[in-house]
């Protein structure tokens, strides 16, 4: 992979932003935010301010979007996504699920993106056709699985201690359709690791464009399929998440389509 794209020149600040993550452990400051199950990190301040920097210095003109920051630039033909520190409760806890989202979104579209791996040190890159590679080689799905024996990773969002009720049926009917369900904590790395022949598949409602768009990409660009509740590729303004190897993809999709709880619908609105 010799082709120059502009994710490249933040390579460095992604690294210097694990590195300092990865020294942040011990001892590490917790806060809480809106929800009192959704933490923030000094690591995540820490590594935003990194990220961020960086993309100043490098694209000024561009418009950044991050998750702890107000939007810069907000007028900008284009814009970099950041999540600092993907799976912060894993972080917070000591386990070490934990990854960088770095990507760049032009007309509402991830075209490039870097998903870092922070503790197993391996960065998953996608480029709109161009290809998804891992540390610099190729990536592409191998795995080929039926749905009676496949494994779906799933996430719930911040606000189930108010509507967990919503999400059950979905669960449920997945649950009772394939191999096992897993939920790891780092929405990034359980589609990235579709895309590296680990899951079979991920579902999750109200995700944010920083935790799984660029990861979508890579996925896509690995032979997998991601769609939304619109039964398109995801936006920023997409409410859920479906990523697959094609070989279940349509059949996770009618079953998570047909089983989504009635006043969740009302949600998407």
């Known amino acids: 992979m ?3 794209f502009d994710i490249h020149l933040l390579k460095n600040a992604v690294y210097e932003s694990a ?3 990865k020294g942040l452990r011990e001892g590490v400051q917790i806060f809480s935010k809106e929800h009192e199950v959704d ?4 690591a995540d301040l820490r590594s935003e301010e990194i990220l961020i920097n960086a993309i100043k210095k490098e694209y000024p003109n561009d418009g950044i979007i991050s998750e702890e920051s107000e939007t810069i630039n907000p007028k900008s033909e284009r814009f970099w996504v950041i999540d600092p520190l993907d799976g912060t409760v894993n972080y917070a806890n000591d386990i070490p699920q934990v990854a960088i989202t770095l990507m760049l979104l032009e007309d509402n579209s991830p075209t490039q993106a870097y998903v870092l791996d922070i503790y197993n040190d391996i960065l998953y890159e996608g480029y709109r056709d161009k290809g998804a590679f891992k540390n610099g080689q190729k990536l ?6 039926s749905m009676q024996k496949a494994i779906v990773a799933t996430g719930f969002p911040y606000d189930r201690v108010h509507h967990s009720e919503q999400y059950i049926q979905t669960f449920e009917a997945v649950l009772k359709s394939c191999g096992g369900i897993r939920r790891f904590g780092s929405a990034a790395l359980d589609v ?3 895309a590296d022949n680990k899951f079979d598949a991920y579902f999750e409602f109200f995700m944010k464009p920083w ?5 979508s990409l890579i996925l896509k660009e690995a032979g997998g399929k991601v769609v939304d509740e619109k039964d398109e590729f995801p936006t ?4 859920l998440l479906v990523a697959s190897n094609t070989s279940i993809h349509d059949e996770l999709k009618d079953i998570i389509f047909s089983n989504i709880n009635e006043d969740l619908k009302k949600r998407f609105n």
């Open 192 to 194: 990235c690791w579709i």
């Open 39 to 42: 933490l923030v990190t000094e």
């Open 19 to 21: 590195s300092i993550i």
């Open 236 to 239: 920023t303004g997409s409410h």
């Open 211 to 215: 935790d799984t768009l660029g990861a």
């Open 140 to 145: 592409e799905i191998l795995k080929s699985t």
């Open 2 to 4: 010799n082709q120059a």
